[in-house]
C-alpha cells in the first residue's frame, strides 16, 4: 500500500508518534446568558453530585490541548465535525482592531502564544503542517460517533496532502465527497495572475467515520431557462406543468391520476400516456459537489466581522442541515469568528467550540449574543490545570512530592524572566527589579485581596531593612475584587503597587528561549451604582423590584500593546471597549454574564449604562466586566444595598 510519509511521522525507533493524550478538567470562567433559576438549578445538580444540564461550549485554548481533554466525556459523541485550520503562510493569527468613532484601524500582530502556535504548524514546511494535521485527524475522529461525519475545509496549497492523512485517518473507502467551493461565483471577480491562473476555490473534504451517517439532500432553486419549460396551457389552478412519461403504473395509480386531472393521453398512434408534473411540486435542483452559488462573506455583507478567514453562514448552514439532525452535537475547534456555533445555534444543534485566539472568543461570544433567544452557553479554558501540568513537567524533577522545592525553582524561573533579583527569607516577597519588591502569583489560585494585604504587611517588614515601599504582583489571574479595590487599600498603608498580568507564552520553551515574554499591567476600569429611578432611563430593566444602575465612567488601557498613532486617534475613553456585561449575583464562582451591551454595525455608540431590578431587597455583589477592542477582559467587583 502507498503511503505517506513526512518528517516526525515516526521516531527514532520507527514507530509511529503519537499526538499529546493529557486529559486536563476544563474551567469554566463565565456563563453566558444563564437566568437565575437556572443557575440555581444547575448548582443543585452539581451539588448532588448528578450531571447538570446542557450547556453549548465556547472553549479558549489550543486544541493540542483541548482535543484531549474533551475525549473523557466526548468520546464518541459527537455527530459532525467542522473544521477550517490554517492551510497557508501568512498571518492566519493577526488581525484588525478599529478603533470605534474614528477613521482609525491599525493591524494586531500574533500574540507570542499564537506565533508558537503558527511556528509549530509551518516550522518545518510542509512536513511539520502534515504531523500538526494528522496529529489533529487521530483525535477528531476518536471524537466521532460511529455513524459521525467530518468536513475539512483547505486551500489547494495543501489539499491534496490533506486528502491523503484523512485517506489514511478514516479510510479511503470512507471519503464521501471533495467538494469545490468557488469563493466568488460572478465572473472576473478572482484576483488577476500575471504568470497563471487566477484562484477562485478552496477544497472541502467529507469522511464518514462508519455506516449509517447522516445525510438529507439539499437543493437550490432552478435556473431560468429550466423554469422556462414548464408552462400552463390549460390553465391548471396548481400552477405551471410539463408531460413527463407514465411508465410503469397500476390501475389504481392509472385512475388516482386521471381523477386528479394529471393525465395526459397520446398524443400520436404508439405513444404512451403522460402526467403532469408541477413546478411547484419540485425541490428544486440537488446539491452537486461543485458549489458555485455561495458568496464569501465580502465587507458589505451584514454578517462581516472583519475577521480574516470568515466563512459565509450560508456555507456552514449547507454543510449542518445535510449531515446532522436537530439536537446533534457539532464540534469545530478552529473557530475564529465564530460561523459554526452562530449557525448550529440557528439550526437548533448543541456545538462545542475552540479557538487559540483570545481575540476569536471576544469576536465568536460577541457574535453568539447578537442570536435572538441564544441559548445559555459557557466559555472555558483548560486555566489553572495546565498551568500545573507545566510546573511539575518543568520544575518537580520527577518527583511531585517535593512541592516546596519545585515552587522555589518555579519562583527562580519567574524572577529571572522577569529580570529580577532573589529576595530570600519572605513568605509574600520573592524578589527585587530597579528598586520595586515582586511577588510572584501561584499557578493554582488567583491573585486574590487576601494574598495583597499579606504582601502590604511584609512589604512593612522590609522597610525597616531600607527597602522600598513599592511591589509588582505578577499573577496568572485576578480576582475580581482586586486592581482599584487592592490599589487603594494599598495606598491607604503607604504602599505603591502594580499589577501585571504573567503572560500564558511563559509556558512554551521557544518563546522563552527567545526572549519575547512582556508582561502588561492590567487595564483599569471605574464604574459607579445608582439606585435612583431617573438614572435608569434608557436602561433596559430586567424582572420588577428595587432597581439598580451601573453606569460605567472611565476606562484605562496600558499603552504597552498600543502604538502611538492609534493612542492618539481616540479621544474617549469608551473607545477602547467593544463589550460589556454584568454579573448582578456574583456568587464567588465562575462570572454569569446576566445583561451585556456592545457595539454593532448598526448601533457603534457604546451604551454605558446597565439597569438591574431585584425581587428581593438584601446585599449584592455586582460584577462588572469589560471586553476592550483587542479582547482583553477587565473586571470590577460592586457592593450595594437593595432597599
Request: charged share 25%.
Amino acid at each position: 500500500m502507498t503511503e505517506l510519509v513526512w518528517d516526525g511521522k515516526y521516531d527514532t525507533e520507527g514507530k509511529r508518534t503519537a499526538p499529546v493524550r493529557i486529559p486536563l478538567p476544563f474551567q469554566t470562567i463565565e456563563t453566558v446568558n444563564e437566568s437565575g433559576a437556572v443557575r440555581a438549578h444547575q448548582l443543585d445538580l452539581f451539588a448532588q453530585g448528578r450531571p447538570t444540564d446542557w450547556r453549548n461550549r465556547l472553549i479558549w485554548g489550543d486544541k493540542k490541548y483541548v482535543l484531549p481533554s474533551l475525549l473523557p466525556e466526548f468520546a464518541g459523541k459527537v455527530n459532525l465535525i467542522y473544521i477550517d485550520p490554517p492551510f497557508a503562510t501568512g498571518a492566519n493569527f493577526s488581525f484588525t482592531a478599529t478603533i470605534p468613532e474614528a477613521e482609525e484601524s491599525f493591524t494586531k500582530e500574533p500574540s507570542l502564544i499564537e506565533q508558537k502556535a503558527y511556528r509549530d504548524t509551518w516550522g518545518q514546511g510542509i512536513d511539520s503542517y502534515l504531523q500538526w494535521f494528522s496529529e489533529t485527524a487521530l483525535l477528531l475522529r476518536e471524537l466521532l460517533t460511529s455513524n459521525g461525519t467530518i468536513f475539512v475545509h483547505v486551500g489547494w496549497q495543501v489539499s491534496s496532502a490533506v486528502r491523503l492523512v484523512l485517506d489514511e485517518t478514516f479510510g479511503a473507502d470512507w471519503h464521501l465527497n471533495e467538494i469545490i467551493w468557488k469563493r466568488t461565483p460572478h465572473a472576473g471577480s478572482s484576483k488577476a495572475r500575471s504568470n497563471k491562473l487566477p484562484v477562485n476555490h478552496e477544497c472541502i473534504y467529507w469522511y464518514a467515520k462508519g455506516d449509517g451517517y447522516t445525510y438529507h439532500h439539499q437543493y437550490t432553486p432552478y435556473e431560468q431557462e429550466y423554469i422556462d419549460r414548464f408552462s400552463n396551457p390549460d390553465s391548471d389552478p396548481r400552477g405551471p406543468w410539463q408531460s413527463v412519461a407514465l411508465r410503469t403504473y397500476s390501475q389504481e395509480t392509472f385512475d388516482k391520476l386521471k381523477a386528479a386531472n394529471m393525465l395526459i393521453p397520446p398524443q400520436r398512434e404508439g405513444a404512451g400516456w403522460r402526467y403532469k408534473w408541477f413546478l411547484s411540486e419540485t425541490k428544486g435542483k440537488q446539491i452537486e459537489d461543485i458549489w458555485t452559488d455561495i458568496s464569501a462573506a465580502n465587507s458589505m455583507a451584514n454578517e462581516r466581522l472583519d475577521y480574516p478567514t470568515q466563512k459565509p453562514e450560508a456555507l456552514l448552514e449547507r454543510i449542518v442541515r445535510a449531515s446532522s439532525n436537530e439536537g446533534d452535537l457539532v464540534l469545530d475547534c478552529f473557530c475564529g469568528s465564530g460561523t459554526t456555533a452562530a449557525v448550529a445555534e440557528k439550526l437548533g444543534r448543541r456545538w462545542i467550540t475552540a479557538d487559540l485566539g483570545r481575540f476569536a472568543i471576544a469576536t465568536t461570544r460577541k457574535r453568539l449574543l447578537s442570536i435572538e433567544n441564544v441559548q445559555p452557553f459557557c466559555v472555558q479554558n483548560l486555566g489553572k490545570y495546565e498551568r500545573q501540568a507545566w510546573q511539575v513537567a518543568e520544575f518537580a524533577a520527577g518527583d511531585v512530592k517535593q512541592a516546596p522545592q519545585t515552587q522555589l525553582a518555579y519562583r527562580r524561573f519567574m524572577l529571572d524572566l522577569y529580570r529580577a533579583q532573589p529576595l530570600d527569607g519572605y513568605t509574600w516577597l520573592h524578589g527585587l527589579r530597579d528598586g520595586r519588591l515582586v511577588h510572584i502569583g501561584s499557578v493554582d489560585a488567583p491573585v486574590a485581596l487576601g494574598d495583597v494585604q499579606n504582601i502590604v504587611k511584609e512589604v512593612w517588614k522590609v522597610r525597616g531593612q531600607g527597602l522600598t515601599n513599592s511591589v509588582d504582583v505578577l499573577g496568572w489571574d485576578f480576582a475580581f475584587e482586586m486592581h482599584e479595590t487592592a490599589s487603594q487599600m494599598a495606598a491607604q498603608a503607604n504602599v505603591q503597587v502594580r499589577f501585571k498580568r504573567i503572560p500564558r507564552e511563559v509556558l512554551e520553551k521557544k518563546a522563552v528561549e527567545q526572549g519575547d515574554i512582556k508582561f502588561f499591567e492590567l487595564a483599569a476600569l471605574d464604574a459607579h451604582i445608582s439606585q435612583r429611578a431617573s438614572d435608569a432611563v434608557d436602561a433596559p430593566l430586567q424582572d420588577c423590584g428595587p432597581h439598580v444602575t451601573v453606569t460605567l465612567t472611565d476606562f484605562t488601557v496600558p499603552p504597552d500593546d498600543i502604538p502611538d498613532d492609534v493612542q492618539q486617534a481616540v479621544k474617549h475613553w469608551s473607545q477602547w471597549i467593544d463589550y460589556w456585561a454584568v454579573d448582578w449575583d456574583y456568587q464567588g464562582d465562575a462570572f454569569h454574564n446576566m445583561a451585556q451591551t456592545f457595539r454593532t454595525r448598526k448601533q457603534p455608540q457604546l451604551q454605558t449604562r446597565l439597569a438591574h431590578s431585584y425581587d428581593q431587597p438584601g446585599s449584592y455583589t455586582i460584577v462588572v466586566k469589560v471586553i476592550d477592542i483587542l479582547g482583553n477582559d477587565t473586571t470590577k467587583t460592586l457592593k450595594v444595598e437593595v432597599r
